[in-house]
């Protein structure tokens, strides 16, 4: 197994009949059988791969600032040894039911909560998961219907990695968390009961990057050639570091354009005007437009490496037209049939 599973729970937050949230407390934790193993291993893989997570900490929130602490001091408790994993997660669901109270759109769910150590880190996973109706075939070939925990499809998770916690109060990236769908709002009743607030803007930190990259090949006196290969190679660091979850380090990648002949990238990044952090999270989807050329626009759709541009692909700002030279071979088959048949 990838993880190390320390404890594991499941309690249940539902609306009772006068409509009313309740908690439904498990009284011991769940045993560490196969089925539970395996169930938080993919979680541990889904969540990992999840794109365009959202980083925070412990911290104030809203108008007036007031710091929502009581899960970060349960918290605390259980790590210290001063409170059991089912009392402090006891706590966090009640925390929870109280959060969704304040809600008219919330069915409530099961709250699952893990303490697991992955590589050198302990984590803390958070995520309300939902019930999902599927229907089965008996051994007397009989449909039945029955219910199951949805685990593709989680919205509503985060995790804590504690051991950063711990070790740096500083930190403003200790918590990660999946975005809803249309933005971090979907997710605000989650992140204020666990007293989170967001510390890094990534896309921002990961546009500022590209920008600062694309300022120091403009400044130096590397070939055409030689400033694509240095994009490549930031694109290539930033993404091994998403995929393995690791941060990027402005120094370690410096190093790395270094070894290339690249020098003085971190004296740039970093002492300059770009307000660049010394490490924060990857995110491919924004770090793509080192390598490739992408737009939509009018119904149309153009993508190319960044390499062919001034060669196969020749942009002119001043008529507004582009101009390809090689057209790809299956969409010349199509454009060839398309001008036939007319």
């Known amino acids: 197994m990838a993880i190390s599973i320390e404890q594991a729970i499941i309690h249940e937050i539902s609306q009772d009949g006068q409509g009313q949230m309740r908690c439904r407390l498990r009284p011991q934790p769940l045993l560490n059988t196969n089925a539970v193993e395996t169930m938080l291993e993919e979680l541990h893989q889904t969540y990992s791969g999840k794109a365009g997570k959202g980083f925070g900490f412990f911290g104030t929130h809203g108008d007036d600032g007031e710091a929502n602490d009581e899960f970060a001091n349960a918290l605390t408790s259980y790590r210290s040894g001063d409170l059991g994993f089912v009392e402090f997660s006891g706590q966090a669901s009640q925390l929870l039911q109280q959060e969704l109270a ?202 190319f490496d960044g390499g062919h541009l001034g060669e196969r692909v020749i942009y002119d700002p001043v008529s507004d037209t582009i101009l390809i030279k090689g057209v790809p071979a299956n969409l010349k088959d199509q454009l060839d049939r398309r001008l036939k048949g007319e």
């Open 102 to 303: 304040k809600y008219d759109f919330s069915q409530g769910g099961f709250l699952l909560m893990s303490c697991y150590t992955s590589m050198t880190s302990d984590y803390l996973f958070v995520a309300l998961l939902s019930a999902k109706s599927s229907m089965t075939v008996l051994d007397d070939m009989e449909l039945s219907q029955n219910n199951h925990l949805d685990l593709s499809n989680i919205q509503l998770a985060a995790r804590i990695d504690l051991t950063e916690w711990q070790a740096d109060k500083s930190s403003r990236k200790y918590i990660s968390f999946i975005r809803g769908r249309a933005g971090r709002k979907v997710a605000d009743f989650f992140l204020d009961f666990m007293g989170c607030v967001e510390g890094v803007n990534i896309k921002a930190q990961n546009k500022t990057l590209i920008h600062a990259v694309e300022d120091f090949v403009a400044g130096s006196e590397l070939t055409k050639d030689e400033r694509q290969e240095c994009r490549n190679k930031v694109f290539e660091y930033c993404a091994e570091r998403a995929d393995s979850g690791d941060v990027i380090e402005v120094k370690d990648l410096a190093d790395e354009l270094a070894d290339s002949g690249m020098d003085s990238f971190y004296d740039f990044a970093c002492g300059g005007s770009y307000e660049l952090d010394e490490e924060f999270p990857a995110d491919k989807a924004s770090l793509r437009s080192l390598k490739k050329f992408s737009g939509t626009g009018g119904g149309v759709t153009l993508s």
